[in-house]
């Protein structure tokens, strides 16, 4: 039978639950289990998919194609495991389904309820993902803040949980935060204190509370917080701000959390656990300690956002641990490349540039101007989705001649829609869960770059669009010098084009981001980063 461990969270929001879930589960897959992560998210959507990236960050898709949280991007690069659709479980798809069954009549003429209905469909969703991955444990972190009225269900489901499943098997774990205030920052322990109360009122007594907090938590703090919460002293952790996530799970190890949570749940060690522990302590050390530096530009739509391109920020992270280097982000804001000042200002030293996914004509132009800028100059340079669109755009119009060049999505009755919509896109009304989504193949021609790249001839990479490029304008491409050097397996669509003179100019249809691990970082970035260190240092790309 799996376990299951429950991770809630305390007086404010964005506290660090997804990355707390995260570093738990990876300390659990060095011991040699079987972990599945879920996330019980309390919104009504049914999905991420139509959220704003401002208000919510960015949407990760998992390769059967679900548009979910962000935080299933940490559960995958931590615990280098691929999260499917059942791992995000929303409100909107809880009430979905009982409103579904009781059309059906699956509750015999029973008036429908939150309690048992809601909450049974709430269990049932989070144990059949435990059999679906046959986990030997499920670690589901509830969204939110408990004190939410949206996460009452699911609280309560996971109360109902300890009843069915035992107090061996199940575990409470409470994010929680620990301010320092005043002019002398004395640490305050009430609000910790106020945010295990409300999960008491729900019938939730923690076992193990991990404390955010900017200072060193003394033995006497940490025994009044174990008095006043109900747990044991060694069950109060801290959690400080660190150089790098990455060292999460380092520092949690070192408190005893990971003995900790196994003992509790009577877990045995896997002789392994040091030498997986040892190797994540390197790429750490890697992170933060790296022999060279280079500055990438990121141009997109939604950079006052830090969560709005996560997984591009994380990939190129990952990208400098093989190539032992730390990667500052430059954000730009596509249409302030717009507003007339020389592009010259933006990119003169950045050492390589992705231009990041988005929709709608927002930013377009400052996108096609940043592409032309890195084209001409010989700067390392990925486009992903969006960024494949606008490269193929700019060089129809700057390299091919043709002025009016445009996508359908930008302009309805361009000159000469080299970007345009999917054909089986056509007919589709609804805007949620309804675009080419999840893992697709991909063939890479033989002598290309990708192919150098990936070192293989056939792929699978992860997708989120409408538009494609314009098979009518490929042939006038490929004479003006483009590689279209990854196609579907039908030859029908366009996945990944490159420039074969350019030190470094590659881009792709699809979201390689989102299958970037630290201990394997995606080729494309991996790449990205190698070609910019080569710049940054002068050397010949030849």
């Known amino acids: 039978m799996a376990k299951f461990i429950f991770v ?34 309390p919104y009504i959507n049914v999905d991420a998919g139509t959220m704003n990236p401002y208000q919510h960050g960015e949407v ?24 499917t659709g059942g791992s995000s479980v929303t409100t909107g798809k809880v009430y979905q389904s009982v409103i579904a069954a009781e059309r059906r009549g699956d509750y ?38 408990v004190g939410d009225i949206e996460s009452l269900p699911f609280l309560e489901a996971i109360r109902q949980m300890r009843g069915e499943f035992g107090i061996e098997n199940t575990l409470y774990v409470h994010v929680t935060l620990i301010p320092s205030v005043g002019p002398w920052g004395e640490v305050k322990t009430k609000p910790t204190q106020h945010s295990v109360i409300k999960l008491r009122e729900i ?51 070192e408190y005893g959390l990971g003995d900790y949570v196994s003992k509790r749940l009577g877990l045995e060690d896997h002789p392994a656990k040091e030498e997986q522990l040892n190797k994540w302590r390197e790429l750490v050390e890697i992170i933060k300690n790296p022999r060279h530096e280079v500055n990438i530009a990121v141009v997109g739509k939604y950079t006052g956002n830090g969560d709005a391109y996560k997984s591009i920020s994380e990939a190129l992270i990952h990208a400098g641990i093989t ?24 990119l003169s030293g950045v050492d390589g540039l992705i231009v990041a996914p988005g929709f709608g004509a927002r930013g377009v132009e400052g996108k096609i101007e940043a592409i032309r800028h890195v084209r001409e100059n010989g700067t390392p340079f990925l486009g992903i989705c969006f960024g494949l669109q606008m490269a193929v755009i700019e060089y129809a119009r700057n390299v091919c001649g043709l002025s009016g060049a ?23 009304q609804d805007k949620g869960a309804s675009m080419r989504l999840g893992s697709y193949p991909c063939n890479l021609t033989v002598g290309s770059l990708a192919a150098s790249i990936y070192a293989e001839s056939r792929i699978t990479e992860r997708h989120r669009h409408r538009y494609e490029v314009n098979n009518d304008f490929r042939g006038m491409l490929e004479k003006a010098g483009m590689v279209i050097s990854g196609v579907s397996p039908d030859y029908r669509l366009v996945e990944m084009i490159e420039l074969p003179k350019h030190p470094y100019f590659i881009a ?25 260190v080569r710049k940054c240092e002068g050397v010949s790309l030849a």
């Open 8 to 41: 809630t969270g305390g007086v404010v929001s964005s506290i660090g639950k997804g990355i707390a879930t995260a570093s738990l589960g990876r300390m659990l897959r060095n011991r040699g289990y079987t972990v599945a992560p879920v996330k019980l998210d």
């Open 60 to 83: 990760f898709v998992t390769e059967d194609g679900a548009e979910t949280d962000l935080d299933l991007g940490h559960y995958e690069r931590f615990m280098d495991v691929n999260c």
């Open 108 to 145: 015999l003429g029973a008036t429908v309820q939150v309690i048992p209905h809601v909450t049974n469909e709430i269990k049932r969703r989070i144990t059949s993902i435990a059999r679906e991955q046959e986990a030997d444990i499920v670690i589901a972190e509830i969204g939110g803040t």
């Open 203 to 253: 019938g939730i007594s923690p076992d193990l509370l991990i404390c955010r907090t900017d200072v060193e938590l003394t033995q006497d703090v940490r025994e009044k917080i174990s008095l006043f919460c109900g747990v044991p002293p060694q069950a109060v952790m801290q959690s400080m701000t660190l150089p790098t996530i990455y060292e999460v799970p380092v520092v949690y190890e």
């Open 323 to 346: 190539n032992h280097c730390r990667v500052k982000v430059q954000w730009i804001e596509s249409d302030e490349l717009e507003k007339g000042r020389p592009i010259e200002d933006f």
């Open 406 to 428: 445009n996508s359908e999505e930008v302009e309805t009755n361009a000159a000469y829609p080299v970007i345009h919509l999917l054909p089986d896109q056509k007919e589709v």
């Open 508 to 532: 792709t249809q699809a979201h390689p981001e989102f299958k970037s691990r630290p201990n394997r970082p995606h080729p494309l970035f991996e790449g990205l980063v190698r070609a910019a």
